[in-house]
């Protein structure tokens, strides 16, 4: 019964994840806040903005926990870019999300106030930075801010449990993987672009996360959800029970991997309380300080 439990879990979380910006995360309308909830988001999110215009980077990955993946050891279920010279506005978020009337994916840039209207809770949530070295991050940004290798990248129908090593469907974390494929590796863009990104990825050891649902025949009942697929995964892995997903983990863990001098930057808000901590450990659930985090209260 557990197994029925946790697949049925995984199964129906990476479908509410979707990817999906700000009030378009969900195919369906979004919870409203309270005033007060909304002004503590405005003002957790001046935290976050006030961190990367203090350090003195262009580009970071940013990473939001929106669906509760906890039970398979994810926090964090969506990714991006956040730039500080988006033609939007500074430090918005470059990101693919799900278009629900068209059924497609679709580049979006995003306010970050609104991208991090995203996080799970209506009290708060938590949000990681990492900052690059310069000629990583020179790369990044570069590739990030053109539109035509970015949306060379989009090929590909929605799926939110998308193969990390095929090419029919394609998820939001998996275009930031790809598009550091091709920053790094240097691939060109065009009609292979996603499959050459890949190539080097796979080259450069990047890993996906590995989901194990435990129960092979709970992997069907993504039939009945619309943004889930199985025809991108290999037989031995739904003969296994395992979906390999590009994760905001997979590709931390790629990048701290590659530039162990990377810095990360994790945040948490729990209603009036914010934590910040410096470092690849991560703060612990309930939003609990340890020594050496910065603790602001916002009221």
Known sequence: MRAWRAAATLAFALAAGTAQAGALRYCDTPTELTHEQ???LFRFAEVVRSELQGSGQRVALVSRAGIDLSRFGE????AGL????SAMAPWSVRQLYYACEEKRPRLFDQGLTAFLLGMGGSDGGYVSLVFLPEEAAT???RTALDDRAALSLLAGEYSANAHAWAQRYLNCNQWVA???GMAWGGTPAGADARAQAQGWLRGAGYAPHEFRVGFAPMMW???VVPWLHHADHPPEDLAGAVYRVSMPSSIEAFVHA???QARRVEFCQAGTRVVTRQGWTPIAAGCTAEPGDRVLALD
Do not use: I, K, N
């Open 82 to 85: 956040t730039l500080q010279g």
């Open 178 to 180: 790809e598009l550091m």
């Open 221 to 223: 009942l993504t039939a």
């Open 75 to 78: 926090r964090y279920s969506h």
């Open 139 to 141: 790369a990044l940004e």
């Open 38 to 40: 909304r002004d503590r």
């Open 258 to 260: 590659r530039w162990p």
